[in-house]
Nanobody
Framework: QVQLVESGGGSVQAGGSLRLSCEAS????????MSWFRQAPGKEREGVAS???????DYADSVKGRFNISKDNAKRALYLQMNSLKPEDTAMYYC?????????????????WGQGIQVTVSS
């Protein structure tokens, strides 16, 4: 079972940028879908961005134009570049993966999760 480890979180002021990384313990070329989710206190976990096996990306409306997801199979890594950050982006961010052609927003569909990393955006 592949394991995922996130890094790159932290605190930033509104308007700033952060880059999250997710390193996989095995080559991720065979993992058809990899995504970033986030969960704020008192809220449900929500999908932020996904990239499928064909490198096709999808984004939640709330982050379109501000976030960019990318995958580097050679480095076994998934990235999330977050720009123009807002206080409402504050949450625990999770990397997730599933060996499937499906690549949706339902958290229950993912079989592998990282431990999460905190992102805090102050106003």
């Amino acid at each position: 079972q592949v394991q995922l480890v996130e890094s790159g979180g932290g605190s930033v002021q509104a308007g700033g940028s952060l880059r999250l990384s997710c390193e996989a313990s095995d080559y991720i070329a065979g993992l058809y879908c990899m995504s970033w989710f986030r969960q704020a206190p008192g809220k449900e976990r929500e999908g932020v961005a996904s990239v499928d096996g064909d490198y096709s990306a999808d984004y939640a409306d709330s982050v379109k134009g501000r976030f960019n997801i990318s995958k580097d199979n050679a480095k076994r890594a998934l990235y999330l570049q977050m720009n123009s950050l807002k206080p409402e982006d504050t949450a625990m961010y999770y990397c997730a993966a599933v060996r499937s052609r499906w690549c949706g927003w339902e958290a229950n569909g993912y079989t592998v999760w990282g431990q999460g990393i905190q992102v805090t955006v102050s106003s």
